[in-house]
């Protein structure tokens, strides 16, 4: 288990310099407009890239058909944080459909 | 307002963050505990680490068995979001006592950012308010994570861990709407949302998240000094 162990300390500081590094710094200095609109579109960019091959693809495939619970979900949990912005809503929501359409298909 | 009553301000505005993470802490909990991480694991990692999807992400690694240092630097590319979340807070936290920056970095995941920027829009927020704020949704995390590693053996079927996994899926959703403010942002979602299906599938790991990213932010500014000229 001591491996867990420097698992854990390892995710500690690669979690941690990322949010305090530019905040340390750029309270001193100022950040170039480029660069800035550069990182306006990271989040965005981040998440996207995150959750497209993750709902498309079962197994590595793409796959567009009701067997893939997760796309179907998906499209529910866009609907309903679009509609709502509720962040746990979304999740209960999303949690649920995947719980039901396991049992229907 | 003294210090304590900041502090718990804040902690007041932190409600819908903690009951966003009891359940996506709990699934993390759960999904750890079936990946064979032992409880006080589980909680350790929640507690210095505070990161939902780079906690989700190295439990899956984990259980498919992959190395720690790979399991690292996939969190490290994850968590490279936050680079830009730290640094767009950084005008408001210029008046801010600087020992206090180190505490409220720990605190910045997606939700917290989410939250401080709404409560900046507002007005002028001092440090304990912050970290009232941080504290309060971390020891959310903290909460579900250890139930989640408690009782989550009650799930130990791998159609839970399927459903639970969709938490993390759901959140991103959710993230990813609450972000797209305009037209431009949301063509740049369309984009490195397709760009990274096409990498995930002819490059091997996890580089399709950052390649979509820098790729898609990259034309981003280049179309846009394209439609300033």
């Known amino acids: ?47 996207a890239a995150l959750v497209v091959p993750g709902i498309l693809t079962v197994n590595g495939q793409i796959t567009i058909s009701p067997a893939n619970h997760y796309l179907l979900a998906s499209l529910l949990a866009f609907l309903v944080a679009w509609r709502y912005k509720n962040m746990m809503l979304t999740v209960t929501i999303g ?4 719980l039901i359409l396991q049992n229907l298909w | 307002m003294t210090a304590k009553e900041q502090w718990l301000a804040g902690a007041g505005k932190a409600l819908p963050v903690v ?36 906690q989700f992400i190295a439990v899956n690694m984990y259980a498919a068995g992959a190395g720690s240092l790979s399991i690292i630097a996939t ?3 994850v968590n490279l979001r936050h680079l830009l979340m730290s640094a767009s807070l950084s005008p408001y936290l210029q008046k801010f006592p600087r020992q206090s920056l180190p505490l409220v970095a720990f ?24 970290l009232g704020l941080f504290s309060t949704s971390h020891a959310g ?31 991103f959703i959710f993230l990813l709407v609450i972000q797209i403010s305009d037209k431009k942002l949301l063509l740049a979602g369309c984009l490195s949302g397709m760009l990274a299906l096409l ?6 790991g996890s580089w399709y998240i950052i390649l ?14 394209w439609q300033k000229s």
């Open chain 2, 107 to 130: 605190g910045l995941t997606d939700e917290n950012y989410a939250l401080a920027c709404g409560e900046f829009s507002r007005g002028e927020r001092g440090h304990y308010y912050l």
């Open chain 2, 199 to 204: 990498f995930y599938q002819v490059i091997p």
């Open chain 2, 75 to 77: 969190v490290f590319l």
């Open chain 1, 95 to 98: 949690m649920a459909a995947v």
């Open chain 2, 19 to 54: 009951l966003g993470y009891l359940p996506l802490g709990f699934a993390y909990g759960a999904l750890a505990s079936l990946a064979g991480i032992s409880l006080p694991y589980i909680v350790l990692m929640s507690l210095l680490v505070f990161a939902g999807s780079g």
């Open chain 2, 141 to 171: 995390w903290i909460g579900g994570s250890a139930l989640g590693g408690i009782f989550g053996e009650l799930f130990n079927s791998t159609s839970a861990a399927y459903t639970m996994e969709f938490a993390l899926y759901a959140m």
């Open chain 1, 1 to 47: 288990m001591a491996e867990v162990l420097i698992l854990i300390l390892g995710m500690a500081v690669v979690t941690y310099l990322p949010r305090f590094l530019p905040m340390y710094v750029l309270t001193r200095l100022e950040i170039p407009p480029l660069v800035i609109a550069w990182l306006r579109y990271v989040p965005v960019a981040v998440l």
């Open chain 2, 212 to 225: 979509a990213t820098v790729c898609t932010a990259t034309l981003g500014v280049m179309m846009e000094k």
